[in-house]
């Protein structure tokens, strides 16, 4: 865990100097790097490169004496060694201009290996030129500092006292429609924080207003500085190395400064803290004791170095770091997976991956995206609670202080929250026994319980242990450690050990049926209370995988061939009922007949009728009146009814064909198999064939496979189905049996 973080410092400017404080670790040391050594022309042509190649003729080439391999092991060329272990930096910097500028009257030097003392050298500066550096002037102060010299950055929050040497809050600058603290929740952090625009806290956040006293302090400013070992360019993204810096910033270095920045207005507290430290530093500097001495027992009399050394040793472990300022307790962490920020996103795990970026409510907001790596907080999921038995006892969260009633309404919600919560009850349904908004009221809680790492978002358990599990890919600790933990934990003679719990389940997620905990390894109605305490142990330790059930619809060439089928017979049958009604020749005219002759536009379409009256019109005899027309009427009018009469019947023909065609893909395959992806956006085609699967089904459970086979994708697990779908487990097993043919359903971790 930030394994570029190679020590913190603590650096002051006051009326006594600049002085390097306090360090943590007593010897930092950087990662070693190689550098590529200059190929030796001696060397036989297989061991030189195409740059040497291509800078040489072929003669030279065919010259080349044939040697043994070198060996680059040993050879100290290839060290790339940094600057500070050949010289002290700080003298390569001039002192009279005050900027990072190579000094005229100073030249590098490689030749001699000097010997630094150890009170005032780290990472070849001294200490007093670290602190000039480091400690800026006032215009600099109290906004983000980084500073990146050679291989190394420095990066902290540099604050200063006011242009009268005396330290106070400044106004804070209250925005309008602000809330107040009667609207405060859990998911603000509990130690006190503050702008990063601002230049310090203000009276109003602490309660207390600044020590009157009339000593004027002789500490000027003070900084507290993370020092990072540059990553090299080739195994970093420039983009995310701006992040990770910025997260360290965030988390660390301007948290722990604004607390140390409010005790020092408060109490004067850094500035007794570093008289301390000064004065235990040049008692051992004259007693001549090593700088280990000093180090242990700065711990001891100081309050800022051990936190210094327990943050460093936290960040490193990949731990919370839990401190104590001035009596002020202080919680402070960086996420777990923030070193994946220094590697190309190629490298990192496709799991990391949330498929519910787009939903904003199952997001863990923007403080808690980057490096934590979180399952999706959603609904259907639960909460499991980690060191319930020491810091988070509901017993000790009452009869802890409360300042006032705002939190001790505050710490009844959590005490209320914390003994409903079991990881056999869903998010949801945890909201629905507290009567409690999920989105304002249970999430908070739980961004605020994962945040400080009392509690962890797993996948829920059935009651009766009928869950399936995997083992995780991954076990944090090694088997052997596990496996003493685990008998120490639980020596009933009931109970198998770790290794034989892990085999079994090992083995249960070949079974087709029966793979679930309870099937494979308690078998006993009577054992479920204590294996829930083996499940949840194992669950804290990231030992097992909840196996989901997920499913997809598959439209089978049984199938695809009925549904075409019953599509051509409809066609079919719309085809034979088009007929066409000829007049009889016999000669002998009815009523409608005569009324044809008399007036055969009557019979026609309004289109049929025009083209009938031109024909007419352009007839050879020239006259325009119907009534003097010289020609038998009869057969052209009857003509052009049957022509109208097979139009109209084709135009319905057509209409009917238009609604058995409307949807049907000739592109899809309508004798292979296929897999529906998404029934949700199906296409037409696949519209007809999700409907066929209910013929003959009972009407109630083809309703129900409608309404819920959008959910049929493959994605989407059964839990997040039941949620979504709002159905019981015992209804989707009956959708399930019902349209087995149809259904592909397999087991997959969440």
């Not at 991956?353 to 907001?365: A, N, S, V």
């Not at 596990?482 to 198998?496: G, M, N, Q, W, Y």
């Not at 030992?543 to 049984?558: D, G, K, P, Q, Y």
Request: aromatic share 8%; net charge negative; with cysteine.
């Amino acid at each position: 865990m930030a394994e570029t973080l190679l020590a913190l410092l603590l650096v002051t400017n006051s009326a006594k100097g600049s002085n390097l404080v306090f360090r943590w670790p007593e010897s930092p040391q950087s990662s070693p790097r190689l550098s590529r050594s200059r190929p030796d022309p001696k060397l036989s042509l297989s061991q030189l490169d195409n740059p040497w190649k291509a800078s040489h003729s072929q003669d030279a080439l065919e010259r080349a004496e044939v040697l043994p391999p070198k060996d680059y092991a040993h050879d100290p060329e290839y060290r790339w060694e940094r600057p500070n272990a050949l010289r002290d930096r700080s003298l390569s910097y001039s002192h009279e201009s005050g900027r990072a500028s190579p000094s005229r009257d100073m030249a590098y030097s490689f030749d001699k290996v000097s010997s630094p003392d150890e009170y005032d050298h780290v990472l070849g500066y001294s200490g007093e030129f670290l602190a000039n550096v480091l400690c800026p002037h006032k215009a600099m102060c109290h906004q983000k500092f980084e500073l990146v010299v050679d291989d190394l950055a420095f990066i902290g929050h540099p604050v200063c006292a006011d242009s009268d040497t005396r330290w106070s809050f400044k106004p804070e600058k209250i925005k309008p429609g602000s809330r107040g603290r009667e609207e405060r929740d859990l998911d603000s952090s509990s130690s006190p924080h503050i702008a990063e625009n601002s230049t310090s806290l203000s009276p109003e956040l602490t309660g207390s207003e600044p020590p009157s006293s009339g000593k004027a302090p002789w500490l000027h400013t003070f900084h507290l500085v993370l020092v990072l070992d540059l990553p090299d360019p080739s195994s970093s993204a420039s983009g995310n190395l701006a992040k990770y810096f910025n997260t360290l910033y965030e988390q660390i270095a301007f948290t722990l400064t604004a607390v140390l920045y409010q005790e020092q207005v408060l109490s004067n507290f850094v500035e007794e803290e570093c008289d301390v430290l000064l004065s235990l530093k040049e008692t051992c500097i004259t007693n001549g004791e090593p700088y280990s001495k000093y180090s242990a027992s700065a711990l001891e009399i100081s309050s800022i170095a051990p936190a210094m050394k327990t943050i460093f040793e936290a960040i490193k472990s990949s731990s919370m770091a839990y401190v104590t300022i001035n009596y002020l307790p202080l919680e402070l962490q960086l996420p777990p997976y923030l070193d994946s920020l220094l590697h190309s996103q190629d490298d990192q795990d496709a799991d990391s991956i949330d498929p519910y970026d787009d939903d904003p409510t199952l997001t863990w907001g923007e403080h808690m995206n980057l490096g934590w790596k979180l399952p999706t907080m959603a609904p259907w999921k639960t909460l499991l609670l980690l060191d319930i038995d020491n810091e988070m006892d509901p017993h000790q969260i009452l009869n802890g202080p409360h300042g006032n009633a705002d939190d001790k309404t505050l710490a009844e919600g959590l005490v209320r929250f914390l003994e409903t919560a079991s990881v056999t009850l869903s998010l949801y349904d945890m909201a629905n026994l507290l009567d409690w908004d999920l989105e304002s009221q249970v999430y908070p809680i739980v961004r605020w319980l994962v945040l400080h790492r009392r509690a962890k978002v797993v996948d829920v358990v059935h009651a009766g242990l009928k869950t399936a599990f995997a083992l995780s890919p991954k076990f944090g600790s090694t088997l052997s450690q596990l496996s003493t933990e685990f008998h120490d934990a639980f020596p009933h003679p009931a109970i198998p050990p770790l290794a034989q719990i892990l085999a079994t389940v090992s083995a249960s997620t070949s079974k087709q049926t029966d793979n679930h905990f309870f099937a494979s390894v308690v078998k006993s109605k009577e054992l479920i209370p204590m294996y829930h305490d083996v499940v949840l142990w194992m669950l804290k330790r990231d030992i097992l995988t909840t196996l989901h059930l997920r499913i997809r619809v598959v439209a089978t060439r049984e199938l695809k061939l009925r549904v075409k089928e019953e599509r051509d017979r409809k066609i079919m049958q719309s085809g034979g009922s088009v007929k066409f009604h000829k007049r009889s020749k016999s000669g002998s005219d009815n009523g409608d007949s005569v009324s044809r002759t008399r007036n055969p536009s009557f019979f026609l379409s309004p289109r049929s009728a025009r083209n009938f009256a031109r024909r007419i019109s352009s007839n050879e005899s020239g006259k325009s009146e119907i009534s003097e027309l010289n020609f038998d009427i009869d057969e052209p009018m009857h003509r052009l009814v049957e022509e109208e009469e097979a139009s109209d019947s084709e135009q319905d023909n057509s209409e009917v064909d238009d609604q058995e065609e409307s949807g049907w893909d000739t592109t899809e395959d309508h004798l292979s198999p296929s897999m529906i992806n998404d029934p949700g956006k199906a296409t037409p085609m696949q519209r007809r064939w999700l409907s066929a699967m209910s013929d003959g089904k009972d009407p109630a459970i083809a309703k129900r496979f409608e309404l819920i086979n959008q959910y049929f994708d493959g994605k989407k697990s059964d839990d997040e189905i039941l949620y979504r779908a709002e159905i019981s487990r015992k209804q989707l097993r009956e959708v399930l049996h019902h349209y087995e043919d149809y259904l592909q359903t397999f087991l997959h971790p969440s």
